[in-house]
């Protein structure tokens, strides 16, 4: 039955209600599974079946596919328009004895070449990028044949049986069998944040499915509690997947696409204001509309950046084969810009600054005594809960050994597993006896809060005044040592109470001490958060730890704390309050996940690039919301799902070589895109200055795109540029204004030099009749090819190029090899076809001058723009 269900977007919704509203015996023999699971060979077939179990996403594109969209770009459209005209003039129109396909071959060879070129980087960059997500693996836990096993989420099929804790992102539709305290988040389909508990039976037919409270859907992650539950749909055949696509056209525009498309723009209008007086110039001074039409196109295609896509692919592809080494995985490849941009990194302590060994050193009574009472109750807690395992927990199971025996004298009966509401946890033990102890554990505040009595030599006496400010006062100097301390208690229960626990039961207890637990800083942080600062990086401790634990800690690393505050403060102000605060705020302690998510929208809102790292549960909602949410491989599956970044260790200095590594690729991509916009414009303005003087076109058509051609291979290499330490001490974002201001003011600067070149040709070469046009075109074609090549060294660094800065060697050999290639052109056999003819051995006299001044000049002004504007790159 199942197999030929048909998985629409209404089918899924219809079953999902049938599934719901049925028993579990009708489900486990319409899915052909049991409580026991399905077997291997069973799981593979129908894997084989149902396919692997991920959402429709942007699959990767075909070679072919890829192949074929490298040639549709405009600059291949001009070129064609180009071939097909020559098609006429030079072969059907033409005399027999004039007739030549160079000129085709030719255009047809430059839209190989580019296009290629183009194909073979993107190509590689989303292989690239396909390997390094492979790398990140989440698995989930299952029952197959009787065994627990730890498979791939992908390996899920409809049948399995799943075991969910604390922390698990929901694999798959699942129908819940059994559970304890369930609380899901459905905000990724419905975008509420408050939980919802989800139970084994349905409370009420609801109309609505994530409405229905015995189904948990896919996408879904579990805040707290624990449940097992029966896969009903996986991959494709599940409810997120129907709505996968509305999910893809709300996602926010990143600051990376934002730039991206302000930059675009900014060339748009440039474009649109000089391409129309380019053609009507030449239209109506040399009464030539339709080459005018020609040449103007070629005009448009000159001033675009058509290589920036390739670049920037080439660019945060190499970057991502760079992080991968040094231990960074990126999921996507345009948080690399954000990576560089960060201006501020939010971190928790634990893991971070701290050890990530957390060690029990104290066990103590109210009065502040050694109790080794309070030690054993922690170790059964710790013992008997099935949800997730914090640090603390292990330290305390640790203690295996002085407790293994005693631990066989108690069974678990039920739990209360912790949240971040109640900031607690609980289980119910039976010892040989019959006798019920609940023992709790969690923050001091959060065990005070339900305790009524203390525990001392064996009596229970009230809490009164007294006791709790000594027990503060004994936690206050737990703190002020680093220490991170819990609270331990107990309450007895009846025999014969039925097995119905529930939060409500936490109250009345026995507050029996508290552990101290010490998690030394990590050696060499202090550095790392200094070399952070020296690069621009705020770094804020976001943490729910405590206040007095935390400044501890930052007083050892070195770590310079302006101001600390707390969430109970945050959640009592508002917005307008809270953003004064952030700025000279370094410390917030006890933080809610909802506190920690509106830190980081508050500080982007602010105008900061803002980045976030954590690798809990609750850390989830500030990763979505930050430009750059950094997760660790070893983190919970949801902060992992939720990163843009994975960390394959938690250390801040693997962070650093990060954003080292993000800036210089944006520094690269920067330097493009000036180079490129500036230089382009520069030449425009010199075909508007020529267009108005000459006779004849200032160039053809096809030379325009050759030209630029060449100079497009010339750039191909920038990517593995060195990049200048000034040019990364600061973060960058995309500035259209300052791209603008760039093509203003260094780009007419060429114009100086071209219209000396004009001058040359015309007076001193005597180009200036239609018969000597083709020396025109070629003095001018190589004085601007050269010249074009020689601003990528004078433009790349704000400092003198081959003295004080050298490219990389690829930069230099292939700017080389288009310069020298260029100079062969006139003399080769591709002159005739291009319309090129050879130069007398003096222009090269004058050309070389000419580059001279133009060297000079450009550094002079770089010098006067970074003087009038404090910036270069």
């Not at 049991?34 to 990767?60: H, M, Q, Y």
């Not at 707290?224 to 749909?233: E, H, I, K, N, R």
């Not at 507050?511 to 200094?530: A, N, Q, S, Y």
């Not at 425009?684 to 058509?701: I, R």
């Amino acid at each position: 039955m199942y197999e030929n269900f048909d998985f629409s977007e209404t089918n899924i919704k219809g079953a999902l209600k049938l599934f719901s509203e049925a028993d579990i015996r009708t489900i486990y023999l319409t899915l052909e599974t049991s409580l026991e699971g399905i077997k291997n060979t069973e799981a593979k077939e129908r894997l084989e079946k149902f396919g692997p179990n991920e959402i429709s996403k942007e699959k990767v594109i075909p070679w072919y596919i890829q192949l074929l969209m490298a040639f549709l770009n405009p600059f291949n459209f001009i070129l064609g328009t180009l071939a097909f005209v020559s098609l006429f003039t030079d072969v059907i129109f033409a005399k027999e004895t004039d007739r030549s396909w160079v000129s085709i071959l030719l255009i047809i060879t430059m839209i190989l070449i580019s296009s290629l070129i183009k194909f073979i980087q993107e190509y590689r960059s989303s292989k690239t990028a396909e390997k390094l997500k492979n790398l990140i693996v989440t698995n989930v836990t299952v029952v197959r044949g009787g065994i627990v096993l730890e498979i791939d989420i992908k390996s899920l099929v409809p049948g399995d049986i799943v075991k969910l804790t604390s922390g698990d992102i929901i694999p798959g539709d699942i129908r819940i069998i059994s559970s304890k305290d369930l609380f899901i988040s459905q905000s990724v389909l419905t975008g509420e944040s408050n939980p919802v508990e989800k139970y084994p039976n349905l409370n009420s037919k609801s109309l609505s499915i994530s409405d229905l409270s015995n189904i948990v859907l896919m996408g879904t992650n579990v805040l707290s509690g624990t449940a097992t539950g029966v896969v009903l749909g996986t991959g494709r055949n599940t409810f997120l997947n129907t709505i996968s696509e509305s999910l893809k056209n709300t996602k926010s525009e990143t600051s990376f696409e934002k730039g991206i498309d302000d930059v675009s723009k900014l060339l748009i209008k440039f474009m649109i204001f000089m391409v129309p007086i380019v053609f009507l110039i030449n239209g109506y001074l040399k009464n030539a509309w339709f080459e005018s039409l020609l040449f103007s196109l070629s005009i448009a295609i000159g001033l675009t950046p058509e290589m920036l896509p390739m670049i920037v692919t080439g660019n945060l592809t190499k970057g991502a084969i760079e992080l991968s080494k040094k231990k960074t995985i990126v999921k996507k490849l345009d948080s690399i810009h954000n990576f560089g941009a960060m201006n501020i990194l939010c971190t928790d302590k634990t893991g971070t600054l701290t050890q990530d060994k957390v060690s029990v050193v104290k066990y103590l009574n109210f009065t502040g005594k050694d109790d080794d009472n309070v030690l054993f109750l922690a170790y059964l807690n710790s013992f008997f809960q099935t949800g997730l395992k914090n640090l603390m927990d292990r330290a305390i199971l640790e203690f295996e050994e002085q407790h293994y025996n005693i631990k066989n004298d108690y069974k678990k009966i039920d739990e209360l597993p912790f949240d971040f509401e109640r900031r607690r946890m609980s289980v119910i033990v039976e010892d040989l006896l019959g006798e019920r102890t609940m023992i709790t554990k969690g923050a001091i505040e959060e065990m005070l809060y339900i305790s009524n009595f203390v525990e001392i030599d064996g009596k229970t006496i009230p809490i009164n005044d007294e006791i709790e400010s000594k027990i503060k006062e004994l936690v206050s100097n737990l703190n002020n040592d680093g220490m991170r301390v819990i609270g331990i208690g107990k309450k007895f229960l009846p025999k014969d109470r039925e097995i119905n626990f529930s939060n409500k039961d936490e109250e009345s207890l026995i507050f029996m001490g508290m552990l101290g637990f010490l998690d030394p800083p990590k050696v060499g942080v202090g550095e790392t958060l200094k070399a952070l600062s020296e690069y621009g990086v705020n770094v804020k401790i976001l943490t729910g730890d405590n206040e007095l634990v935390t400044q501890k800690i930052c007083r050892d690393i070195s770590l310079k704390v302006e101001n600390s505050i707390d969430g109970s403060y945050i959640e009592s102000i508002d917005d307008l309050e809270l953003k004064k605060l952030l700025k000279d705020t370094t410390i917030f302690c006890k933080l809610s996940p909802l506190d920690k998510a509106r830190i980081v929208r508050l500080l982007k809102e602010m105008g900061n690039t803002v980045g976030f790292m954590g690798d809990g549960i609750n850390d989830a909602p500030a990763l979505r919301q930050s430009d750059v949410g950094i997760s660790v491989e070893n983190g919970m599956d949801i902060a992992k799902e939720s990163a843009q970044i994975i960390l394959l260790e938690k250390e801040l200095s693997v962070l650093l070589e990060g954003v080292i590594i993000g800036r210089k690729i944006f520094t690269n991509m920067i330097k493009y895109l000036k180079m490129t916009a500036s230089s382009n414009f520069g030449n425009v303005f010199s075909v508007v200055l020529a267009s108005a003087f000459l006779p004849f076109l200032p160039m053809l058509p096809i030379q325009i795109l050759f030209q630029n051609l060449l100079y497009d291979i010339s750039q191909i290499s920038i990517p593995w540029d060195n990049v200048d330490t000034e040019d990364i001490l600061k973060p960058k974002n995309w500035n259209a204004e300052s791209v603008g201001k760039f093509m203003i003011y260094i780009g007419p600067l060429s114009s100086i030099f071209d219209v000396l070149t004009f001058l040359l040709m015309f007076y001193i070469f005597k180009a200036n009749s239609f018969q000597t046009e083709s020396l025109f075109h070629t003095g001018w074609f190589i004085e601007s090819i050269l010249s074009q090549t020689l601003i990528i060294h004078l433009i790349r660094t704000k400092k003198i190029p081959f003295i004080q800065s050298n490219a990389n060697i690829k930069v230099i050999l292939l700017t080389s090899v288009i310069m020298i290639f260029s100079l062969y052109i006139p003399f080769s056999k591709l002159n005739g076809t291009l319309g090129f003819v050879p130069l007398p051995i003096s222009y090269f006299m004058w050309v070389i001058l000419i580059l001279i001044g133009y060297f000079f000049t450009i550094i002079f002004a770089k010098k006067y723009f970074i003087k009038k504007f404090n910036t270069w790159l």
